[in-house]
């Protein structure tokens, strides 16, 4: 099994206060891995130190992080984020730029201009986002009048156009509704075949249906972290027991 | 959740039961309804007792009032052009220098400045704002006009004087210490509600940009766009602000109906034609001339500001709905 991110003795801070203690964890290559936990937790913090986001808002960590044996810290940020894409909970498209530009925005922030190399990969991500039959008639139409199911898809397809490693996605169905929420799971299916994923969830079905581990933080601590059916059917600690049963969280 | 949506629909009609039989809310509705309505009125009755009183000059000079460039009260011929161009031309040249200072203190203050900075310089440019305009005349009048007289206008002429806007004598006074001081006046404005433009778009919108390996300045970028009509919206009402500034300009511009390209040469601005020459105007003519001065600018600052509204509402709305 090929580790794509390594993190050994994280710590996490905003300002003083220490948001994650001493997290070590293995995230495996082309595989989903949810993480899970009550509110509060530092799950969001958790990935947001991933892709280095959370110094973005004055965030900053003490340990390792490593992606392909090389130390997140030394790397530069705006690079790394290049690699390990991002989607957040509330879907946010660009509102003053069209649904073709919306997912050519990172292309472009690259560098590349070129229309005829950015149209095959804007049709080719809105494909894997499954959102090209829907959207193929109006790539003009402003990314803000689609319904958000299909913004949150869009959002990925935009991740996606910039051919990342490993995707961030920070309760990306939460904000969604059931129907919009299940796109989106079959489309993280479909994803983990040539991406690794790390999926934040509070849905404990969602977690159970689309990753292949699970990490169960709590205040802070990663408490357990395993195979995701060992994590429901019979998790070694009794919190992450009493957690996935429902009886507190 | 159904059962909360369906509990909150039967509390709002329960209210609007009571509030309709409520005597005491009918009269405090139909009370605040009415102090709206006579803002409205004030605004047109304004705007119709300057028609009537230009209505004079209007038969008289009928559209040549606009397009000729004497202004003679002694002939009693009134054009309004070298005054309008005065207006024009002042608040113009001041929005070219304070846009780009002001988006930049926007930018600075909404996207980079920590904190602690903020709040005190955001607090700062908005006093700016509330000092009297005479205090910045006055200012204008012992420090600006001197400095330009003696150090500024003289190196222009020297190093630029093949320029037409830079020609003639170096009196201090005139349009250049207009242009400038109409520049500060108008700054604080657009940097503060740009500021406030910038700061009501969604920190996701960054995130979005960052995340996509956008660098800081990239994805500033992408929000000044989204903020754009708000901007624009900001730059509108600080030329609302400029043109219908009186008694600052009226210091410094040198006060001479004149149409001129140099910047040094005095010229004369509405606002400040009908405050200097309103007490000494004598004939009917001369007082209804200055009237539908007074006739245009409202106008044109009535229009002016409208269209700032609208595009700042259009803009807080979008961010509303979406």
């Known amino acids: ?249 | 959740m159904n059962n909360e949506l369906s509990d909150s629909i039967k509390d709002k009609l329960t209210r609007k039961l009571i509030s309709s039989h409520n005597m005491g809310d009918f009269i405090f509705e139909k009370l605040t309804l009415l102090f709206t309505v006579s803002v409205f009125l004030l605004v047109i009755l304004m705007g119709y007792e300057m028609y009537q009183g230009s209505r004079l000059s209007i038969a008289k000079f009928g559209w040549g009032f606009l397009s000729s460039s004497t202004w003679d009260p002694v002939q009693e011929i009134y054009g309004a052009l070298p005054i309008i161009y005065g207006t024009v031309v002042s608040s113009a040249l001041a929005l070219i220098i304070a846009l780009p200072l002001s988006i930049g203190i926007a930018i600075f203050l909404a996207e980079i400045a920590p904190d602690w900075l903020e709040k005190p310089v955001s607090f700062l440019v908005e006093l700016l704002a509330g000092i009297p305009s005479v205090i910045y005349g006055l200012w204008g009048i012992f420090v600006l006009v001197p400095w330009l007289r003696q150090s500024v206008e003289p190196y222009l002429s020297e190093k630029f004087g093949y320029l037409p806007i830079f020609t003639g004598a170096p009196y201090g006074f005139g349009m250049l210490a207009a242009v400038l001081i109409l520049a500060i006046m108008t700054l604080p404005i657009i940097s503060s509600i740009s500021r406030d433009v910038l700061k009501s778009i969604p920190y996701s919108q960054r995130e979005a940009a960052l995340a996509l390996g956008a660098t800081r300045w990239q994805s500033t970028l992408i929000v000044l766009k989204d903020a754009k009509s708000g901007i624009l919206g900001a730059t509108m009402l600080g030329l609302g602000r400029a043109i219908g500034e009186t008694m600052a300009v009226t210091m410094v511009i040198g006060n001479r109906a004149l149409i001129s390209p140099s910047l040094f040469d005095p010229s004369y601005t509405m606002a400040s034609v009908i405050a200097n020459e309103f007490t000494e105007a004598t004939s009917q003519l001369y007082l209804s001339a200055l009237t539908e001065l007074a006739l245009v600018l409202f106008v044109i600052t009535i229009v002016i500001n409208a269209l700032a509204r609208l595009l700042v509402w259009s803009m807080s709305r979008k961010w509303k709905t979406s």
């Open chain 1, 1 to 249: 099994m090929d580790i794509k991110l390594s993190i050994k003795n994280l710590d996490a801070y905003y300002g003083k206060t220490k948001v994650l203690h001493n997290i070590s964890l293995d995230i495996p290559k082309n595989k989903a891995v949810a993480i899970i936990g009550p509110s509060g937790c530092g799950k969001s913090t958790f990935i947001r130190c991933l892709n280095r986001m959370h110094e973005v808002v004055g965030g900053s960590i003490t340990g390792s992080i490593m992606m392909d044996n090389e130390e997140l810290s030394k790397k530069d940020p705006v690079l790394l984020r290049k690699r390990v894409g991002m989607v957040f909970q509330k879907p946010n498209p660009f509102p003053t730029m069209s649904i073709f530009n919306n997912v050519a925005a990172g292309l472009r922030l690259n560098g590349i201009r070129n229309k005829k190399i950015i149209a095959p990969i804007v049709e080719k991500c809105l494909k894997q986002a499954a959102l090209w039959d829907e959207v193929k008639d109006n790539l003009d139409d402003s990314g803000a009048n689609l319904s958000g199911g299909q913004q949150q898809r869009l959002c990925i397809a935009r991740t996606l156009a910039v051919d990342p490693e490993v995707i961030l996605m920070d309760e990306p169905a939460s904000a969604l509704d059931p129907i919009s929420t299940t796109k989106i799971e079959d489309l993280i299916f479909e994803l983990k075949k040539d991406y690794t994923i790390v999926i934040v969830t509070h849905n404990m079905q969602q977690a159970a249906r689309v990753s292949d581990y699970t990490a169960f933080f709590y205040i802070g601590e990663l408490v357990e972290f395993d195979v995701t059916s060992k994590i429901f059917m019979s998790p070694a600690k009794k919190q992450t027991e009493d957690y996935v049963r429902g009886r507190f969280g």
